[in-house]
């Protein structure tokens, strides 16, 4: 059982815009930043989204992060056959003094 | 900048192995650093992190008592010690850079390749 919880499946056909939620507490979303990794298949995980909204350098801005209160989501617009990956998103938590994951949503390109 | 992890393998049960995280390419010891594991088919689970000094460590639950997270910043490296090796301890091991921006506001933004611990 994660402490943050995402949907396990997600799906759209290209050129589409699909949104993955993530859903926390009040110790990890609701006092810190949500930060969201795309791991392809066979590879290490690669970050997406930091301080919940922010597109590192090199990340097309088909890519968006938002929050709100203790949930977070992840849209990806114009969707690509690339795109289909594990994405998770992951926040600091207060209580725990520990890193926690949601489950992680396998994204399939139709 | 990269990460490099080593020291996987396959161990018994009840075994000890200490995985070595090599850093290039960024001062090393200015970064919290990570570990993260990610069992076979299975999601991200947060291991262990390490204050730039090594003076803070934290650890998941799960692995406290049987793991410790350790950095020689003269050497560039992070390590992970992991005693009384148990089935559900098999898993690909990452590391990876914690950037801290400010107050409540980290992530990973540098990852390894990963190394591979099968405990069997």
């Known amino acids: 059982q994660s402490a943050l919880t995402q949907p396990p499946s997600a799906s759209g056909t290209p050129g589409q815009r699909v949104t993955i939620s993530c859903s926390g507490s009040s110790s990890n979303i609701g006092g810190n930043t949500v930060n969201w990794y795309q791991q392809l298949p066979g590879t290490a995980p690669k970050l997406l989204i930091y301080?919940?909204?922010q597109r590192p350098s090199g990340i097309p801005d088909r890519f968006s992060g938002s929050k709100s209160g203790t949930s977070a989501s992840l849209a990806i617009s114009g969707l690509q056959s690339e795109d289909e990956a594990d994405y998770y998103c992951a926040a600091w938590d207060d209580s725990l003094n520990a890193w926690v994951f949601g489950g992680g949503t396998k994204l399939t390109v139709l | 900048v990269q990460l490099v992890e080593s020291g996987g393998g396959l161990v018994q049960p009840g075994g000890s192995l200490r995985l070595s995280c090599a850093a290039s390419?960024?001062?090393?010891?200015?970064?919290?650093m990570t570990w993260v594991r990610q069992a076979p088919g299975k999601g991200l689970e947060w291991v262990a992190n390490?204050?730039?000094?090594?003076?803070?460590?934290y650890y998941v639950d799960s692995v406290k008592g049987r793991v410790t997270i350790s950095r020689d910043n003269a050497k560039n490296s992070l390590y992970l010690q992991i005693n009384s090796l148990r089935a559900e301890d098999t898993a690909v091991y990452y590391c990876?850079?914690?950037?801290?921006?400010?107050?409540?506001?980290?992530?990973?933004?540098?990852w390894g390749q990963g190394t591979m611990v099968t405990v069997s």
């Open positions: 301080s919940s909204n």
């Open positions: 390419g960024f001062p090393f010891s200015s970064f919290w």
């Open positions: 990876a850079r914690e950037w801290h921006r400010s107050t409540a506001d980290y992530a990973f933004d540098i």
């Open positions: 390490i204050r730039q000094e090594g003076s803070e460590k």
